[in-house]
């Protein structure tokens, strides 16, 4: 038996090959759409990808199931478990098979089980994987979004991101349910979680790629209770924010997505074009780095910078998916690169895009802000009743330290909440970084807000020089 992993940093998202030298034969686990990785391996192997495979309807990223499905010709087996509200919309296709708890194929002498793991979503399920050429039992289990290292996945996506209500303790229930089963298993079988640290998936995952179930059993926590109450509570309290683009994603896997070659291709624009676009009300995102912005941008633009990798799960947050995208590129070379990793999540509608050339002339710069300029403000007489400090970090962030007196709105709530925030004030934007605290800053210019300046230094230094406290944020801000 042989086994690749193939590892998405900007989505902090695993997916695996799983081949049969003997037969040349091969699955393919919870791929991701961008399938070129997966057909090199498998060429370089002498690998033909026969079966494809995933183990839930993902929310964070677009299944590439159907787009490696139709490159090779391979089976699709989904799950058939869960209720009737979350079964696949394609699952009539002919390639596909619909499988449930006990059920098991072949890959060559690959077999593999599929376990029933409910909890992070009502029809995950999990595979068993046995190489029946030389053992009788198992080696291990791919655990998607059920059983990460240090970690489980959590019960209450459908909830935050899909919008149904009383869903998430009843997940919390079918997790516990699902370790209990999972204390049953022999710990020697090896872990091949579908998310690493960095996810939204879950609230504490760990940076290592695999792990072994006696190991979670001794320091998961998930894996330490006894009692279901407890555990319920403990899953459900301190997880992260749920991206607003998880409930495109579920949509969009649950009834399948399109294929690639049926998208169309971005047109280069001149930047009379560009204009013409912000001018009808379009949304233009520059992922230029933060420093070129800041220097100079076309107003009206939104700056979400490419050289982090988290840029797609912030961009996700912003985008509306129902109209036409446009792009400011750091460089037009970078094109291909950047769609690739837009569609990953959905961004279908990629209607054209600009180089940096287009910013020659009609720009304008974004004010930035040290902490140090920005205590000195602070202390003139009077100042703080002109100044709001704008906190764009997540919940648990802001709660464990920040800013005295600072607003607090995580960045991707921003655009729904622009009404909270008064226009006759300075709002400074902050955050771990500033990396967020510039998105947010040009959001808000976007957006019309005259007096905005981005803090563009981080966490080490506005617990330096500002005064600090912890505690949670009120719910509502109402503008002056």
Request: aromatic content about 8%; charged content about 20%.
């Amino acid at each position: 038996m042989l086994l690749r992993y193939f590892y998405d940093e900007r989505l902090a998202q695993a997916s695996y090959l799983v081949g049969c030298v003997a037969t040349g034969e091969a699955l393919v686990v919870d791929p991701a759409r961008e399938i070129t990785p997966y057909l090199r391996a498998a060429e370089k192997e002498g690998l033909r990808i026969t079966h494809v495979t995933e183990t839930h309807i993902h929310a964070d990223f677009v299944s590439g199931s159907r787009e490696l499905a139709a490159a090779t010709g391979a089976t699709i087996y989904l799950s058939d478990m869960g209720d009737a509200s979350w079964k696949y919309g394609y699952a009539d296709e002919p390639n596909v098979i619909l499988v449930r708890d006990g059920d098991s194929w072949m890959v060559g002498n690959v077999r593999v089980e599929v376990l029933h793991t409910p909890g992070h979503t009502p029809e995950h399920i999990s595979f068993m994987i046995t190489d029946t050429a030389g053992a009788d039992r198992p080696m291990g289990i791919f655990t998607g979004d059920f059983l990460f290292v240090g970690d489980v996945g959590r019960p209450d996506l459908l909830e935050e991101a899909a919008g149904l209500k009383g869903t998430k303790e009843a997940g919390a229930r079918q997790q516990f349910q699902t370790v209990q089963r999972f204390k049953e298993l022999p710990d020697y079988l090896q872990i091949w979680p579908g998310h690493g640290a960095g996810s939204a998936c879950g609230k504490a995952l760990g940076a290592v790629p695999s792990t072994t179930l006696g190991y979670e059993k001794l320091f998961n926590p998930a894996f330490q209770f006894q009692e279901e109450e407890a555990f319920v509570t403990w899953l459900l309290e301190g997880q992260p924010e749920a991206p607003r683009y998880f409930a495109q994603m579920k949509k969009v896997n649950k009834e399948g997505p399109a294929l690639l070659a049926s998208l169309t291709s971005p047109t280069r624009l001149d930047r009379a074009a560009l204009d013409r676009v912000l001018a009808a009300g379009g949304q233009v995102f520059d992922l230029r780095n933060r420093g070129d912005f800041a220097a100079a941008h076309v107003p009206g633009t939104i700056n979400v910078p490419a050289d982090n990798n988290s840029f797609v799960t912030y961009l996700g947050w912003l985008v509306d998916y129902t109209r036409p995208v446009y792009l400011v590129l750091p460089s037009v070379d970078r094109a291909a690169e950047i769609l690739v990793a837009l569609r990953s999540i959905g961004i279908d509608q990629v209607a054209g895009y600009v180089g940096p050339d287009a910013l020659a002339h009609g720009t304008q710069a974004l004010p930035v802000i040290t902490v140090r300029q920005l205590a000195r403000r602070l202390s003139d007489s009077g100042s703080e009743e002109d100044v709001i400090i704008l906190d764009v970090r997540g919940r648990g962030e802001y709660a464990e330290r920040h800013i005295v007196g600072a607003w607090h709105i995580p960045l991707g709530h921003l655009p729904q909440r622009l009404a909270e925030l008064p226009r006759n004030r300075t709002i400074v934007t902050q955050c771990a970084s500033g990396y967020r605290s510039q998105i947010a800053a040009s959001l808000l210019t976007a957006a019309g807000f005259d007096d905005v300046m981005a803090l563009n230094e981080g966490t080490d230094c506005w617990s330096r020089y500002l005064p600090t406290e912890t505690g949670q944020a009120m719910e509502a801000i109402k503008a002056n």
